[in-house]
């Protein structure tokens, strides 16, 4: 059907998860975490591509298609909401390290 295995798109798939989980993980800015969380996401947007592009059946590969969009869908509203309280707490703690920042402790 296609000119690439299957699982050399898998294999790049699971490198860029492994890459954004290991991001989140690792880093303290949240800003880069945010980023790293996006990184996860296009790896099971791939993962959703492969898997329909090598589906037989049309009505599978739309579906798998449709996945894609409503996890771009949830990655930007993520991106929204989460930059808004990322500038929120920088406004009132003046820092953004996850560590420092707490909004339990007073």
Do not use: W
Request: net charge neutral; hydrophobic share 65%.
């Amino acid at each position: 059907m296609t000119a690439v295995p299957a699982s050399a798109y898998l294999t790049l798939a699971a490198f860029l998860f492994a890459i954004g989980a290991a991001g989140v993980l690792i880093k303290r800015n949240p800003i880069v975490i945010f980023m790293c969380i996006e990184l996860m996401l296009n790896a099971v947007n791939l993962t959703f591509l492969t898997f329909a592009l090598h589906q037989p059946n049309l009505q599978a590969q739309v579906a798998g298609h449709v996945f894609v969009l409503f996890v771009i869908g949830v990655a930007a509203a993520e991106v929204a909401v989460g930059l808004g309280i990322i500038v929120v707490i920088f406004r009132l703690r003046e820092t953004i390290d996850v560590d420092s920042v707490s909004l339990l402790r007073e």
